[in-house]
């Protein structure tokens, strides 16, 4: 019980590293996006 228990952990702290990484890609992605934008204008 305590490993299975432990591996769920492990699964889940696995997905919310994935969650919090494709929402840091996404943030970076969208302010490069403004970024050439921004220099587009210039």
Do not use: A, C, M, P
Not at 20 to 35: A, M
């Amino acid at each position: 019980l305590q490993l299975v228990r432990t591996k769920v952990l492990e699964t889940k702290i696995l997905e919310t590293n994935s969650l919090v990484t494709k929402d840091l890609e996404n943030k970076s992605l969208k302010t490069n996006f403004l970024r050439i934008k921004v220099l587009e204008i210039e």
